[in-house]
């Protein structure tokens, strides 16, 4: 399994469509300051469900729509969509090639989808979270967290894997019920 496209229109910085293509193996976005790397990712952890503004780098949900320049007009919807390919079966549903959609209207509404049929957010939590790219299996490293990483302690790196492996809040769990 593999991500091999993503599309946003409308998204952050992105007012026209624009299709990023990923090959198996490493990618990397690469371009000048504030030219929209980051709103590169944002969109990949959108479009995978994240409902935190803030993860997403801004105070509402509604700051991830284009919000319009000196010479272009604020968009009414965000929209990104991202195609896995699925040949391996490692998604469960019986596509070779899975799009999953997630668009956002200003007016407030929002909508999901898989391979174009309108469905839940639980149904795309759900597809997702066998997979290694669930809510809590894909792991998104932050502008700046990396010197973090690098410089820690030998235990604060210790709790960066813990936190990455979803291990952390289970100990933390373990922690609480034994203090009872
Ligand atoms: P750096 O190299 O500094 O990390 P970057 O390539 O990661 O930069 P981003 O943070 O992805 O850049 O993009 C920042 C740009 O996105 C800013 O110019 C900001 O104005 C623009 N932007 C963010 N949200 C929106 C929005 N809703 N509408 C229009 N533009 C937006
Ligand atoms: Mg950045």
Same mark, same amino acid.
């Given at each position: 399994?593999?991500?091999?496209?993503?599309?946003?229109?409308?998204?952050?910085?992105?007012?026209?469509?624009?299709?990023?293509?990923?090959?198996?193996?490493?990618?990397?976005?690469?371009?000048?300051?504030?030219?929209?790397?980051?709103?590169?990712?944002?969109?990949?952890?959108?479009?995978?469900?994240?409902?935190?503004?803030?993860?997403?780098?801004?105070g509402k949900?509604?700051?991830?729509?284009?919000?319009?320049?000196?010479?272009?007009?604020?968009?009414?919807r965000a929209?990104?969509?991202?195609?896995?390919?699925?040949?391996?079966?490692?998604?469960?549903?019986?596509?070779?090639?899975?799009?999953?959609?997630?668009?956002?209207?200003?007016?407030?509404?929002?909508?999901?989808?898989?391979?174009?049929?309108?469905?839940r957010l639980?149904?795309?939590?759900?597809?997702?979270?066998?997979?290694?790219?669930?809510?809590?299996?894909?792991?998104?490293?932050?502008?700046?967290?990396?010197?973090?990483?690098?410089?820690?302690?030998?235990?604060?790196?210790?709790?960066?894997?813990?936190?990455?492996?979803?291990?952390?809040?289970? #100990?933390? #769990?373990?922690?609480?019920?034994?203090?009872?």
């Amino acid at each position: 399994m593999h991500l091999k496209t993503l599309t946003v229109r409308g998204f952050k910085s992105f007012a026209s469509a624009t299709t990023f293509q990923f090959e198996p193996g490493v990618t990397a976005v690469v371009g000048p300051n504030g030219s929209g790397k980051s709103n590169v990712v944002d969109a990949l952890a959108w479009v995978m469900g994240e409902q935190g503004a803030k993860t997403l780098r801004g105070g509402k949900m509604e700051d991830v729509i284009f919000a319009g320049t000196s010479g272009r007009p604020p968009l009414g919807r965000a929209q990104v969509s991202l195609t896995i390919d699925n040949t391996d079966g490692a998604l469960p549903i019986e596509y070779t090639e899975v799009t999953i959609s997630r668009t956002l209207f200003r007016s407030g509404g929002s909508e999901y989808a898989i391979n174009g049929a309108t469905c839940r957010l639980l149904d795309i939590q759900e597809l997702l979270s066998d997979s290694g790219l669930g809510r809590q299996m894909h792991v998104i490293v932050g502008q700046g967290q990396l010197d973090a990483v690098l410089h820690a302690t030998g235990e604060d790196r210790r709790g960066f894997i813990e936190e990455a492996a979803g291990i952390l809040k289970h #100990r933390r #769990r373990k922690e609480k019920t034994v203090r009872k």
